[in-house]
């Protein structure tokens, strides 16, 4: 079964840039998002890339973040601009929807100044 690691989170102040990455174990035969999840709060998709290259985007991200993928390589990006601290969360990536592949461990995002 697919398994994830992303990776690239940390402390970055107001306005930062962060990249993430998620290194999938498989061929990944579906559409991949991103997703974030700050605490009491659920988990929400914030960008969403298919197969093809075809991108979606949550309306509080959108300008902001770029996601992409390599699919030869299994790996999915999500490079964040304009970092604010409501963007504060644990990100994971998954497929979307998330029906198929068990959740990583995410990586942690503090936007703080």
């Known amino acids: 079964q697919v398994q994830f690691v992303e990776s690239g989170g940390g402390l970055v102040q107001p306005g930062g840039s962060l990249s993430l990455s998620c290194a999938a174990s498989g061929t990944i035969m579906y559409a991949m998002g991103w997703y974030r999840q700050a605490p009491e709060k659920q988990r929400e998709l914030v960008a969403r890339?298919?197969?093809?290259?075809?991108?979606n985007y949550a309306d509080s991200v959108k300008g902001r973040f770029t996601i992409s993928r390599d699919n030869p390589k299994n790996i999915v990006y999500l490079q964040m601009n304009s970092l604010k601290p409501e963007d504060t969360a644990a990100y994971y990536c998954?497929?979307?929807?998330?029906?198929?592949?068990?959740w990583g461990q995410g990586t942690q995002v503090t936007v703080s100044s």
């Open positions: 890339i298919s197969r093809g290259g075809s991108t």
């Open positions: 998954n497929a979307d929807p998330p029906s198929y592949y068990p």
